[in-house]
């Protein structure tokens, strides 16, 4: 028992260290500040027919709550999804596989670890909570039974579910990778929206008893609430919501039930990889996963504090090429884009290359006007190939050769310019239909986002290392533009009147710009030579 506890508080104390935990945890600390908005603002998370309740620590605990359980079921997810991939890669895992822990217990207390970690964001979301009502000073007095009741029932249940999803898709060969992490996203946002209603099974996120509790407050104080709704998610308001005094919720015994069950399904979620799961021993393995050669994802870096790791090349200077001064690296520059494309593609089956040929086939058949959403199919299909960029060579463990090249400038943008020859690549049936049909502010538009989503690719693997936060970024992205969300629309899919209706093309490249030279601004932070104290740079 004492070695499972040091397990869980091991993998606690290593999440806690990077990077990715601290980003995860800021942005649900601005959720719950946006919970908890100043009056006058018209931007809300939880809208109760124009209404919100006073500021006390009842309605504060419990849109804080419901605001960072809707975040956390997503973004904690990619936060705690690795570790039984770290013990793989580090060789921790077949050490632990010769202990007498069994794969139950292992398993177990992986998910511990998970619960662990999610509960730690949690309890910093709840701290905030208090800041919050203490600043907005409508009801000074803190009441924590109120106050955190939200939380246990509610936000928590979820939490233990999320972290047994984690421990499910990585025991599962086909959830392991980058698919894993897609289908997560659906999961999470299908979650999010079913799970609002109050005819979800197990009854979603008990959205519906809490409306429901709204409601009744503002029928006793003869407010009529009938011409509007309950809304949950971060919205714009045309005019700043109203008070009200909302007398507090107590969970119904149906609800406090169907939590419960939750957490059994969680726990028995966690114990179905027993089935399957190899024990880190590579005779066990399906002929699939055998036959791989998919890279197994590095551990996220610690943080700077813990110092960066040894590399072999830092502090020499760049190597010229052979017979040619430095510079004449970049005379080679379109074969190191081929090179880059191929590295790019490779692995990639027949299948793959037959979708993405049916799509462009489909694109050039269907009608001019059908060419804005074939685009938006043929701009989710190569996901999993984007989401490699500015994370492969790590991945691979190629970061000390590629160190010495030498212009890192150039394979940089040799890189990216490979992620935008995919992307325009992918589109190209969509783009022909729309100059044939003369549809020039849509080809404009086109060209925009063909820059744009490799850029956002690029940037996130530059900047995270792994591939996972495009992973779960994008697909929330492309859902938006598919429902019509016209600010956020990067390829022109929304349309008024025959023309796009998101931003102009030249806005999308000036963000995919910004989001290139980010990239470079971290990639040569990294590159920079470290020279030993007292020793003279290279002139």
């Keep these: 028992m004492r070695g499972y506890w040091r397990l869980v508080l091991g993998d606690l104390r290593e999440r806690v260290r990077v990077p990715a935990y601290l980003v995860a945890l800021l942005a649900t600390v601005g959720l719950g500040y946006l919970a908890v908005p100043a009056v006058g603002s018209h931007w809300t998370v939880v809208d109760v027919a124009g209404y919100r309740g006073v500021y006390d620590s009842a309605y504060v605990g419990m849109v804080t709550a419901l605001a960072s359980a809707l975040w956390l079921t997503l973004a904690g997810f990619y936060v705690v999804r690795n570790t039984v991939a770290r013990d793989r890669w580090t060789g921790v895992g077949e050490l632990l596989a010769a202990t007498r822990l ?38 000074p007095h803190v009441d924590p039974v109120a106050l955190l009741t939200p939380y246990v029932v509610l936000a928590l249940p979820l939490m233990v579910l999320t972290a047994a999803a984690a421990v499910l898709f990585e025991a599962t060969p086909l959830l392991r990778g980058g698919v894993g992490n897609v289908v997560w996203s659906v999961v999470a946002l299908a979650l999010m929206i079913v799970g609002q209603s109050a005819q979800a ?17 503002l029928g006793a104080q003869g407010i009529d609430a009938a011409g509007g709704g309950f809304s949950l998610g971060l919205t714009y308001v045309d005019e700043p919501l109203r008070t009200f005094d909302w007398s507090g919720w107590t969970p119904t015994g149906d609800l406090v039930a169907s939590r419960l069950l939750i957490v059994g399904i969680a726990l028995a979620l966690v114990l179905l990889p027993v089935l399957w799961f190899d024990r880190f021993d590579p005779a066990r393995g399906t002929g699939a996963a055998k036959a791989s050669t998919t890279p197994v994802p590095a551990p996220e870096p610690r943080a700077a504090a ?42 990639l089956g027949r299948w793959w290359w037959g979708v993405a040929a049916a799509i462009t086939v489909a694109a050039l058949a269907l009608p001019a006007a059908s060419a804005p959403t074939v685009l938006l199919v043929a701009w989710i299909w190569p996901l999993l190939v984007w989401s490699r960029l500015g994370s492969r060579s790590r991945l691979l463990g190629l970061d000390d050769l590629l160190g010495s090249y030498p212009s890192p400038a150039g394979r940089f943008l040799a890189e990216w310019t490979a992620g935008v020859l995919l992307t325009a690549a992918a589109g190209a049936g969509p783009l022909l239909r729309m100059l044939a049909a003369g549809d020039s502010a849509g080809a404009a538009a086109w060209a925009a986002g063909a820059v744009f989503v490799p850029s956002l690719a690029f940037a996130l693997g530059v900047v995270s290392r792994v591939g996972r936060p ?58 920079r030579p470290h020279l030993p104290r007292g020793a003279a740079r290279p002139a």
């Design 102 to 139: 069994g794969t139950p217990g292992y398993l177990v207390a992986k998910f511990g670890g998970n619960v662990a970690v999610l509960v730690s964001m949690l309890g910093v979301v709840a701290a905030t909570a208090v800041v919050m009502q203490l600043v907005r000073g409508e009801a």
């Design 201 to 217: 099974p197990l009854g979603g996120l008990g959205v519906g008893n809490v409306a429901e509790s709204f409601r009744d407050s």
């Design 306 to 347: 813990a110092g960066p790791a040894p590399r072999a090349w830092r502090g020499l200077p760049p190597t010229p090429a052979p017979g040619r001064a430095p510079r004449s690296a970049w005379g080679v520059f379109p074969r190191l884009v081929a090179g880059e494309l191929r590295m790019l593609l490779s692995g």
């Design 470 to 527: 495009f992973q779960a970024l994008y697909p929330l992205l492309w859902y938006l533009v598919v429902n019509g969300f016209a600010p956020l629309d990067f390829l022109g899919a929304a349309r008024v009147d025959g023309q796009p209706a998101g931003p102009h093309p030249l806005w999308v490249a000036a963000v995919a710009l910004g989001l290139l030279g980010a990239a470079g601004a971290v990639a040569a932070i990294r590159s």
